[in-house]
């Protein structure tokens, strides 16, 4: 037998302040508890969601499973950036082994994503913490001043108008330093107020030691060979300069005049900073904002492909289909069946 537990169902009863025998209030901060019920009582567990002032959330699951579970996500829209680390127990539905973790980035419903919840596997221990923000809320506030301090990736998806396409995902291994706090966190031993202030400083150590790397990362990219000095910057006003100009784009040598540099260095370290060619990002992004527009319904699927610089609609009919698999008359289709569903 397959277990299910509904977060959808938790999430939407605690915000409508409805109890019932499943639903268990925090009655600390803002947040909420699912608990596994198992009639054969032989499989236990639960999800315990912590939402502090600042607009951080903090998830720890864990389970002892006898049998499959299948836990239905909320499925909320976003843009939602999270931080996410297997500890015990492996995660089968994003495919993070325990002793791994991930920091990615959403704009469209996570739900979407990963389709209509997440899968545990029976005969496992699981124990995984998850820690969430909205990173345009968090990341921009007043008291925070600019963006520097993040790696140029997640800037560029902080900065940009089309951040669905532009999602953020890095795996890495937990360092024993992050053992160390995560098992503070799962064993904090404060309540009331000393709980949220203790619970809010270790969720903000995890998310500091999980950006650091890629920071450092770049930072060696700046001392590579072929990338020098303000390089990089250049790399990125040039991206700056493509979106722009995304429906008439100037050459490739064009562009490497614009920016100051010589056209193999633009080509190098495109690809060492975006991790595509210059062309390649440019084709994503037109695609991406293609399918932004068909989704608004604003424009007819001929007017979007000339916004999008295609003059010849069966071209961009092709390159739409190679982009999501689909053509664009296909995606409007599926688009306004799940609208009205």
């Not at 303000?230 to 990125?236: A, G, K, L, P, V």
């Not at 608004?296 to 999501?324: H, N």
């Not at 664009?328 to 306004?336: C, E, I, N, R, T």
Request: aromatic share 12%.
């Amino acid at each position: 037998m397959t277990l299910f537990l509904s977060a959808r169902e938790a999430h939407h009863q605690q915000q409508n302040t409805t109890p019932t025998s499943e639903l268990t209030k925090t009655n600390l901060f803002t947040g909420y508890q699912v608990v596994l019920d198992d009639p054969k009582k032989q499989s236990w567990g639960y999800e315990q969601t912590t939402v502090f002032p600042t607009g951080i959330y903090l998830l720890v699951k864990q389970y002892d499973l006898a049998e499959d579970l299948i836990v239905e996500t909320k499925g909320d829209n976003l843009p939602l950036m999270e931080f996410s680390f297997a500890v015990i127990g492996d995660n089968q539905t994003e495919m993070i082994p325990a002793g791994q973790n991930f920091t990615a980035t959403y704009f469209d419903s996570h739900q979407e994503i990963l389709g209509s919840g997440f899968y545990w596997q029976a005969g496992q221990c699981i124990l995984e913490v998850e820690i969430g923000i909205n990173p345009q809320e968090f990341f921009c506030r007043d008291e925070v001043s600019g963006l520097d301090f993040l790696p140029k990736s997640l800037q560029l998806y902080l900065e940009t108008d089309n951040i669905s396409f532009l999602n953020y995902f890095r795996i890495g291994q937990t360092t024993l330093e992050m053992q160390i706090i995560l098992h503070q966190i799962v064993n904090c031993p404060f309540q009331g107020l000393i709980k949220e202030i203790y619970l809010q400083a270790k969720c903000l150590e995890l998310m500091a030691l999980k950006l650091e790397p890629d920071t450092s990362g770049e930072r060696e990219l700046i001392r590579s060979r072929i990338l020098r000095g303000d390089d990089i910057d250049r790399i990125y006003h040039a991206r700056k300069i493509l979106i722009s100009d995304f429906d008439n784009p100037p050459s490739l040598l064009e562009l490497a005049r614009k920016v100051g540099l010589n056209d193999y260095k633009l080509k190098i370290g495109f690809r060492q900073v975006f991790n595509t060619t210059v062309f390649g990002y440019l084709w994503a992004y037109r695609m991406e904002k293609a399918r932004t527009l068909i989704m608004s319904q604003q424009m007819t699927i001929k007017q979007v492909a000339k916004v999008v610089g295609y003059d010849c609609s069966s071209r961009f009919a092709v390159a739409f289909k190679k982009r999501f698999g689909i053509l664009p008359s296909q995606y409007l289709d599926k688009f306004l069946v799940a609208k009205n569903t």
